[in-house]
């Protein structure tokens, strides 16, 4: 069985929704991508915490086939976020970002783990995306996340990285404006002459869209009806979508398609609790499930 490595941020984040708060609850890209993608296949994680971080709090995961010896202990404290959220659950304000460690971040991806074949780059600085890239014995697929802040900050650094994967994940906002562009079709067409061959783009609760050599597939969201915190969504639906692919066998544009639903039906989950609370609970015959309530949802 393949298996995924991702490099990210592991953090304690403190959320505020209309309904109810949370503090200090576990949180980070390689977390709710682990999370998310260890209910398909093995994930090895390289990240950082502070002497502040309780090794405990990833005990879970662990017991998931996650595997944490990429992630270095440093002194000094984890990188932690606050966010508030509008009544309508789309709308979110930052209250703090405490880089802390993840300030000085420097991923030392370990030997064993050089040779993953499934490779996620969480949103982080390009240029560490390209330390990681360096240091990886030829993957069968990378993938990276970024972010407006990196696109504004580090453009020409994260133009190159693009360069350099198989495939982006971005939201609308960030696709357009990382080429210029007012239309969304088009701004596809012209993150693919940038080298990657496969490009989603998420619309939130709208579903996302992807692009397969200039071939597209529009993928719904779930209907969910309480949500409960979005936090993570984003990284749970990167998640969904490498575990599935790399149980495929081969990365075909069919399995490509089929890896985007499976995505927005983990991210469907991880919104229904705060934290990685739903994704705990979460069994592959429940995503299973929700995997044929999306696809009767777009037969005609």
Not at 115 to 142: G, H, S, Y
Not at 182 to 187: D, E, G, S, Y
């Amino acid at each position: 069985m393949d298996s995924v490595l991702v490099v990210g941020s592991v953090a304690y984040d403190s959320v505020e929704t209309p309904e109810a708060k949370v503090e200090d609850a576990l949180g980070g890209s390689a977390i709710y991508f682990s999370a998310a993608a260890s209910l398909f296949v093995p994930v090895k994680v390289v990240a950082i915490v502070g002497d502040d971080f309780n090794p405990e709090d990833v005990d879970y995961l662990k017991s998931k086939r996650v595997d944490f010896k990429g992630m270095q202990q440093v002194p000094g404290k984890t990188f932690r976020w606050g966010g508030r959220y509008a009544r309508d659950m789309n709308h979110r304000e930052t209250l703090y970002t405490h880089l802390n460690v993840f300030e000085k971040f420097d991923p030392d991806i370990p030997a064993e783990y050089r040779d993953t074949p499934f490779l996620f780059l969480a949103n982080i600085q390009p240029e560490l995306q390209q330390c990681v890239l360096e240091q990886m014995k030829r993957p069968k697929f990378t993938m990276l996340d970024t972010m407006n802040f990196w696109i504004e900050g580090r453009y020409e650094a994260l133009l190159k990285t693009i360069t350099r994967v198989d495939g982006i994940v971005i939201n609308e906002e960030e696709a357009l404006d990382l080429v210029h562009e007012t239309n969304l079709i088009r701004a596809m067409k012209k993150i693919t002459r940038l080298g990657p061959k496969v490009i989603i783009v998420k619309k939130g609760e709208h579903g996302a869209i992807l692009s397969v050599n200039n071939s597209y597939f529009f993928a719904p969201a779930y209907p969910v009806e309480n949500v409960v915190d979005p936090t993570g969504a984003g990284d749970s639906f990167a998640g969904g979508f490498m575990g599935y692919l790399a149980t495929a066998g081969e990365i075909s544009e069919r399995h490509l398609r089929k890896a985007v639903i499976y995505g927005s039906a983990v991210a469907s989950f991880c919104v229904a609790g705060f934290s990685i609370s739903r994704l705990k609970q979460l069994t592959r015959k429940e995503i299973d499930e929700r995997v044929e309530d999306l696809r009767r949802l777009v037969v005609f």
